[in-house]
């Protein structure tokens, strides 16, 4: 007899949503694959390269020998410059002893709610959020308690929210800015703000996810960490994947309390041990030499993002959001919900999106997975081409919904 996978499979796995932003992608993938042509704007990767002087970098640390394990935490080099980078860019002072370098920014939030949560345990989410705090928050056995913003307040929860949602149980509260999925960057004034309220509870840890923070088209980034009242309780997590156009290297790091860099190592030793050696060299070079490639990304980023406000501003129904960072742009909607092209009713986001990647080709991922039932995010990481193209598809078939 054969073994049933509904049967044997864990309550873990059967209670877990699939990563949205992964989901859609794949459908885009296999779309094309069919021989669609699809333009894919759900994930959030940058369609640049890495730069060439990091390649280097990786390629004359194989050459040098760079193919063994390195400490769980990371080869102390690249946590040197690590510190190097706090310091220099966000007012954080950090020891090597305090940071924990892993695969990707998404294993230092795995890392952290598995080293914090105990079982109903809670963590305040600020809302819209990125898909996998969700989950991740759930899997280590913790509950979100979200708290949310809407288009007319940018997306930005006031600490009054925060406030209001912070119970006994609460362990940390989970934000990231510049804003994955809105684009949205938090203000030193709100930070400050939300600083203090937690600051006035015992215990309380803020968890800042950072990895968008060269992507920030106006105000100076501001690590909330950097602010006396909370510098000895805040995380921060950042990476490489968006500043260096560096998804496929899986590198992400977290600075913190030494107590929960220790705990994380702990995990990560279990887990994955050290990430990869000579990306790990490669990373060191990023975060030190030069950062005009990254800021010439950033550059391009922008007038994408300008492009993209002023063409889907231009389709009825759309409620556009003016994003200072990241590389998303998350409407609004909701205008659409109940209208049909005669053959498929748009009940909802989900549907909407669908019809989307079915009827233009365009891939987006739709806004429940981030908190936001209203909304859909697309990335602009694609060439200005591409983003044309997608943007007059949509008009193109959201003008046959009525
Ligand atoms: N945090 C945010 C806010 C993100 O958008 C992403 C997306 N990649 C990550 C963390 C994870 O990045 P990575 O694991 O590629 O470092
Ligand atoms: N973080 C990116 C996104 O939001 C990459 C995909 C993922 O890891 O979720 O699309």
Redesign the pocket.
């Known amino acids: 007899m054969s073994i049933t996978t509904k049967s044997r499979t864990s309550d873990l796995v059967l209670n877990l949503n699939e990563?949205a932003?992964?989901k859609m992608a794949q459908m885009a993938r296999d779309l094309r694959a069919q021989g669609h042509d699809v333009i894919s704007l759900?994930?959030?990767?940058p369609d640049f390269d890495t730069p060439e002087h990091i390649k280097a970098a990786a390629k004359q640390a194989l050459d040098e020998g760079y193919t063994k394990y390195t400490p769980v935490p990371g080869l102390v080099e690249l946590r040197e410059a690590i510190c190097t980078k706090f310091k220099r860019d966000n007012q954080l002072e950090f020891s090597p002893k305090q940071i924990v370098v892993s695969n990707g920014a998404?294993q230092c939030v795995a890392n952290i709610a598995l080293a914090l949560l105990n079982p109903g345990d809670e963590v305040v989410l600020i809302a819209p959020y990125?898909?996998?705090y969700y989950e991740i928050i759930r899997m280590a056995g913790g509950t979100p308690v979200v708290v949310s913003a809407g288009i007319e307040a940018d997306y930005k929860v006031t600490a009054e929210q925060v406030a209001a949602a912070i119970s006994p149980r609460t362990k940390f509260v989970l934000y990231s800015s510049p804003c994955?999925?809105t684009g949205s960057v938090y203000s030193a004034e709100e930070l400050g703000a939300i600083a203090e309220v937690v600051a006035a509870h015992e215990d309380i840890l803020i968890v800042a996810d950072e990895i968008y923070e060269y992507i920030n088209f106006t105000e100076q980034h501001v690590s909330i960490g950097s602010l006396p009242q909370v510098a000895d309780r805040t995380v921060t997590i950042n990476g490489f994947s968006k500043g260096f156009a560096m998804?496929g290297w899986r590198l992400g790091y977290m600075g913190g309390p030494q107590w929960l860099a220790a705990a994380c190592s702990k995990i990560q030793g279990q887990f994955t041990s050290g990430a990869n050696a000579y990306g790990q060299k490669a990373a060191a070079t990023a975060l030190l030499a030069d950062l005009q490639p990254t800021y010439d990304m950033v550059t391009a980023f922008r007038q994408r993002r300008d492009l993209v406000i002023e063409l889907l501003g231009q389709i009825p129904g759309f409620r556009v959001n003016q994003p200072e960072g990241a590389f998303y742009i998350f409407p609004d909607i909701s205008n659409f919900f109940g209208k049909t092209d005669g053959e498929n009713l748009i009940k909802d986001a989900h549907d909407f999106c669908n019809y989307l990647l079915l009827q233009a080709h365009v891939g987006t991922?739709a806004g429940p997975a981030f908190g936001a039932d209203d909304c859909m995010r697309i990335?602009y990481a694609a060439s200005e081409t591409q983003l044309r193209e997608a943007i007059r598809r949509i008009g193109e078939a959201v003008a046959r919904l009525r």
């Open positions: 990563s932003t992964i759900s994930l959030g990767e998404k990125w898909v996998s994955n999925p998804t991922v990335s």
